[in-house]
């Protein structure tokens, strides 16, 4: 018995804007050092806020800094993933993020040799030195690598003709 209300059947093909669509790029090998590197600051920021609960909780350090920690280890951990999914947006907020460190990095060195009066006597901590240099070095990595070899997995590919 034929049914008039069943639909029509039709060979329906996928046009090549979808087939593009369903296969995924492959993230390059330079992105994944990049997330890995961003990985190994966020690990050594949270070390940094572990290590400054002590004196937080003495009353010997102020807790801005540890909030600061905290802080700068959930905006990287939100960059890493949206950075790992390719969006651009993130791969750019983490060059902005990056570049008003290390401008605020060499305001506090400026001012630390060249802006307090002589009556105070400012001596580095060396064994600071590392913990802010290694970050950054991460850091300045991570943009080359993203901005670098790394820059065509975040364009959007272009539209296929149909």
Known sequence: MHNPYTPPKANV???????????????????????????????????????????????????????????????????????????NWARIGFLVIWVVALFSVGAWIYTALYLLPEQIGYVPSWESVPWIAIPHALSLTVVILLFGPGREWFRRPAPLPE
């Open 13 to 87: 093909s996928v046009s090549a804007r979808e087939a593009g669509a369903a296969i995924p790029r492959a993230r390059p090998a330079a992105v994944n050092i990049a997330l890995f590197l961003i990985g190994v600051a966020i690990l050594l920021s949270l070390i940094g806020v572990v290590s400054a609960v002590g004196p937080v909780s003495a009353g010997e350090a102020p807790a801005l800094g540890l909030v600061m920690g905290v802080l700068k280890a959930v905006i990287h951990t939100v960059l890493c993933v949206f950075i790992a999914r390719g969006r």
